[in-house]
Each structure stands twice: as structure tokens, then as C-alpha cells.
């Protein structure tokens, strides 16, 4: 017994062990009298044993609860224990043989008993204590912790309170400067507006104006087409007009050429004509002179020197006599001493001296003006003496010049009048420009040069003593002024004013050497 009791003392310590450490897991303890429902007849051993009556069955039951409860607590350690009373038949093969022979009363009682005695045993209030102590202590911690944790969490909340508070006054502020900043754009956005709508008007006007300056465009377009177009034609009509006064010209041109041909007729009556007034008014002067009677008729004068030493001082016309014939001549009574009988004078191109061999021969004009004595009367006259020979020059300048020759002579017209020349002088040029060794006189129709190939009198035009064809023309063409340069056919004397330069005014004269 004593053994028994050690087992089980030892058994509820075990217990409370146990069951302390399932409260400290966090479990209660279930009440003793509280039963299981679940473990009521599964056990095989229970169900093998055989009971004589209900009662003793029921008893049977109870113990095996007991034992049950102390098998299967909250705890899950397994005890076998011996039956307490003695059994029957059926388990006396498993009692064991120290047990105490019992029966199912007795043995209720004594676990009541022994029970009773363990929860009075010292022990059990050492449990309770451990089990208070360990509860204060649990509740202790658990308040402590609870406080901990709720200190720690009111921290936690007042940090978040008060971060939460710091966030929102910033939010506050960022909120302001978003609504500031979007006022700002709205404004913009506004005034954007309002510019955009005066800009889509002055577009709306620009485009009305690029309209109506396109319009006024394809008017102006259609105008210069149709101007062109006119004018197209008036080109056309134009270049008509100017064919047509091409031909008008033409004509014309035509016309003018015949009456320039007219012209020339007309001049050439005209000289005609002036030539038989000049002629005219020589025979005129011839009778007046012999009307008067004066001196100059009733002598019979050789030459002018014969007048001037019959004391008639005076230039101008005298009769005198040559191959017993009169002839007027013009006397020079002022050049160098006087006496000079002029056989050539020019002066203002009113006598044309284009003419043949034959008028050169007999002479020509008018001896008041322009006019040529004649190659057979200058025979005549010279072959009486010995003669000296001046001719007398003037350029459109103004400036005069001579060439006298101390020795003229002149052959017939058997040898072409061919004239011979000794010791010259003058300011027209250093040196002759007629030629002096018996040149003869050629006319376009007697062609008596020193020019083997050629007709200087056709070329120079006049007659005259035409070497090849020499420095002197004084017969060529008269120009006037302005048109006396460059002419190859003028009024020539080389030495004094060159090959080309046509002179004004020229004289020769002759009259005897030892006058
Ligand atoms: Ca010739």
C-alpha cells in the first residue's frame, strides 16, 4: 500500500506538472467532474471483460472513467494501473498478485479516499501555490506587456498623429500652390484665349483680303490678256505699216535718185548759162570800152608792162595786141612793181575749168573774174621777149604765198605747149612745184604726162603740165571751205600747203625779165 501511494503521489505530481505546463501553453484546466464521451467503450480491454450483473457493470464503467481520466487528462502520458479490486475469471490472468483483493465498493472508496487525501496532502496547496504564483505572475507579465505594448502603440500613434498632421499642413501648403499655380493657368489660359480669338479674326480678315485680292488679280489677269491680245494684233499691224513704209521709202528713194540726177542736168544748164552770161558781159565791156575810145584802145600794147610804162597804174582790164588781134587781158599793176599780165585767176569757183585741149587752147571765163587767157595767146604773148613767170597763192587761212621764175617760155601746140622754167623763188616751198624741164600740157583728151600707165588729167581733172603726175594742179576742182581737205583733185600746190589741201584764191601772171 504504502508502495500504491508513492505511485500515485507520485502520479499527481506528475499531474500538476503536466497541467501546469498546458495552463502555461495557454490551456485550462477541465474540471475532474466533467467527462468524455468519446472514450466511453472503445477500449478492447473494456469490452473483453465480463460482468455478472448491470450494477456490477455500471461500477465497472465508473472505475474504468476513473482510471480513464487519469489515463487520458489533458495530458497525453499513459498509465497502466492495476484494477483495484480483484476481478473475476475473466482477468485473472493480468491481476497482479500483490493487489489487494477487492471489490468494485471498496475500491470506489478508497480512491475517493486517497483522492480526498491528495487533494489534503501538502502537496496540493504547494501546487495551488505554483499555480497562483505562476498565474500572478503570468497576469503580471501580461499586463506589464499589455502596458508596454499599449505605451508602445500610443507612441507609434501620437508619432503617426503628429506626422500625419505634418503631412497635411504640407499637403495644406502644396494644395495652396496648386490652386495659385492653376489660377495662374486659368488666367493664362484666359488671356491664350482671347488672343486666339483676335488672332482667328485677323485671319478671318487677312483671308477675306487675300480673297479679294485674288478676285482683283484674275480681273487684272483677264485685262492683260485681253491687252496683250490687242496688242498682239497691234504688232501685226505694225509690222504691215513698216513693209509698207519700206516700200514708201524705197520709192522714194527711187524718186530722189532721179531728181538728183535732175539736179545735175539743171547745174550743168546753169554753168552753161553763166558761162554765156559771162561771155556776155565781156562782149559788153568790149563795146563800152571801145564806146570810150579811150587810150588803152588806141595803143598797141604788147603786154600789160607796155600799159604800165604808158603810165596806166591802175589793175584791171586792158586790150591788149597779140598775133595781130586784140585781146582783153587783166593787168596786175600792184603785185612786186606792177605790169604783170594775168593769164589764170581763181578765186571763187563761179568758172568750171573741167574742159578739153581745145578751150584750154582758146581760153576761157570771164577776165573780170575766174577765167583762163589761153594756151595759144600765152604762146603768143611769151615768144615776144623774155618773160618771168609769178603765181600767186592763198589758203583758206588767210595766208598768202608765191613762186616767181625768172625764165618762162612756152612751146606751140605742136610740142604740147610744153613750158620751160629757170631760177626760182617764192615762200610757196623751198623748192618748185611745177615741174620746169619742158613738161607738156595734158587735157583729159591729150594725155601728154610723164605717167606711162595712167591720165593724171582724168585722174586730177583740168589741164595742166602734169608730170607723173607732179606737186601742182592749180586748174582742179574748186572746193570751198569745210570741204577743201583731203582732195586729191583740188587746187594743188604741194610745197605750200601739201598733196591734198585745195587752195582758195590763185593768180598767174607773166611779164617780161628785164622789166
Ligand atoms: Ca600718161
Redesign the pocket.
Known sequence: LTCFFSVRVFLALLYSLCSFLHTQKGHSIRPPSSSSSSSSSSRPSSSSSSVSDKKGEEEGVEKRRRLHRLQHGQCSYTFILPELDGGGGSHGAVVQRDSPPADGEWSAEKLKRLESTMENNTLWPLENSIQRNTRREAAGLQSHAVHNQTATMLEIGTNLLTHTAEQTRKLNVVEAKVLNHTSRIEIQLLENSLSTNKLEKELLLQTSEIDRLRDKNSVLESKVRMLESQQKGELEDMKEEKNRLQSVVSTQMEAIESLEKQLKVASSNNTALQRQQAQLLESVHTLISMVTSSPRWSHMWKDCADVYRSGYSTSGLYHIYIGNRTEPVYCDMETSGGGWTVFQRRFNGSVDFQRGWGEYRTGFGDVFGEHWLGNEALYQLSSQGQYSLRVELRDWEGNSAYAQYDRFSLTGERQQYRVYLRGYSGTAGRQSSLNTLGTGF?TRDH??????????ALMLTGGWW?D?CGFSNLNGIYYNVGHNIRKLNGIKWHHFRGPSYSLRSTMMMVRPYDF
Open positions: 595734158s594725155d601728154n604726162d610723164n605717167c606711162d600707165h595712167c591720165k593724171c602734169f607723173a
